[in-house]
Every structure is written in C-alpha cells, then in structure tokens.
C-alpha cells in the first residue's frame, strides 16, 4: 500500500530556532494535513491544505506556522521560533479527495524543543 | 463543538479474550468514522473505516460498528493476542468543522 512518508523520524531543536518538518503525500492525493500530539495528549488538527492553499487552521497554528507545497512531492511544516511547548510528534496526512476519505498518516516526527 | 470520548481509558484482558472498545460523539453530523492504532512512540496506522451512511466494517479479527444517530461506536477484537497491545484511537471526520477530530484513545494490554 502507498505510503506517507515523514523525515525526520527525531529532530531536537533549541528553543528560539526554525524547524522544518518534512512530507512526502501519497501520489495522486489532492488533501494534506498536519497534526499533532503532545505527549499523554489528543492528536489535533493544525492546518489542511489544498490546491497550494491552506484550507482550514486551527487556533494552534498561529504565525510561528506555515505550511509550504515546495515541489510536486514535498509538504512541509515549519515553526519559526521553536517554544517549549511545540514539543510533540507531528503526523503529516494525505487523502485522495478531502471530506469523508480515508487519511493515510506518516509515521510522525518527534520534536523536541530544549 | 464536537467531543470524542473513549471508554475506558485502559483495558487489560488476558490472551485469547474478546473485547470491545467504545467510542462516543457529541454531533452526528459527521462523514464518516476511523479507528486507528497506535504503538508507543510510533504512528497512525489506520485499521477500518466506516462511512456515515454504513453500519459495520470488518477487517479479520476486527469488527467496527457505527450507530450515528446515538453518537456511538464500538471496535470488537476477537479472540485477542499479546501483539494486539496498543493504544486504539477512534476519530470522526466532522461535518461541521470539515476535520478528523480524535478520541482519547483506548491503551489495551493483552497479558500472554
């Protein structure tokens, strides 16, 4: 089965610093997503996006976030000044047609922010 | 603003016991409903979707069940392995929010 795939697996950043997170979708999907989940917590949704726009955000992506469709493969989060409280795992998804499909999900990368 | 909640929180049975494990929502607007695993540490791997208008899906041992109207659905484990230890996540696609919002999550322990 295709796959979503997520690098890196562990990033460990100073508090203050930019990350970028990486994604590479599922081919032939249109749909993409970041989630996260810091530890002992619900996974939640911080931004889907389509058609080389964000399509919706939550409370939690503020202007520290963007997302970015650099290429025709790669889907990236960045976080321009790292806080504490960004540590979490992050889950990138990808879906063929966006509401009511099945979300494939990566394997997620672990952040920690010291 | 829709909830997801699962019950229990944590669950030990031993070897070869079936199971359920129950998901509940507070809006019934939604798309569609997935259960998920998760191991410690690792990803999402997705194990059964059910689509709003179905009302059962199965995958092996692994039976899911959607009643919409009563905000509720289970995940039923047959005879249950040591492998099948994870944490079970449900999540519903919300019709009102247009996003899959997850559940707390189900940690399962099968005791060899």
């Known amino acids: 089965e295709p796959e979503v795939t997520q690098t890196p697996s562990h990033q460990v950043t100073q508090m203050g610093q930019e990350v970028i997170l990486r994604c590479v979708p599922i081919s032939n999907h249109l749909y993409f997503y970041w989630y996260r989940q810091i530890l002992g917590q619900k996974v939640e949704f911080l931004v889907s996006f389509y058609n080389n726009e964000i399509s919706e955000k939550s409370e939690i992506f503020d202007d520290q976030f963007s997302v970015e469709r650099p290429d025709g493969s790669n889907f990236t989060l960045k976080i321009r000044s790292t806080k504490l409280e960004d540590s979490a795992m992050y889950f990138c998804?990808?879906?063929?047609?966006?509401?009511?499909?099945?979300?494939?999900f990566g394997s997620g990368t672990q952040l920690s922010v010291l | 603003k829709q909830e997801v909640t699962q019950i229990p929180a944590a669950l030990s049975v031993p070897e070869g016991e079936n199971l359920v494990l129950n998901c509940s929502f507070t809006?019934?607007?939604?798309?569609?409903l997935q259960w998920f695993r998760q191991d410690p540490g690792k990803g999402l791997t997705s194990l059964l979707l059910i689509q709003s208008s179905q009302r059962e899906q199965t995958s092996g041992r692994l039976n899911a069940s959607l009643d919409k109207s009563s905000g509720r659905s289970t995940l039923y484990i047959a005879a249950s392995q040591p492998g099948d230890s994870a944490t079970y996540l449900c999540a519903v696609w919300d019709g009102a929010t247009n996003k899959l919002i997850f559940g707390t999550g189900t940690l399962l322990a099968v005791q060899p």
């Open positions: 809006d019934s607007a939604i798309y569609n």
């Open positions: 998804a990808s879906s063929p047609n966006g509401s009511g499909e099945k979300l494939f």
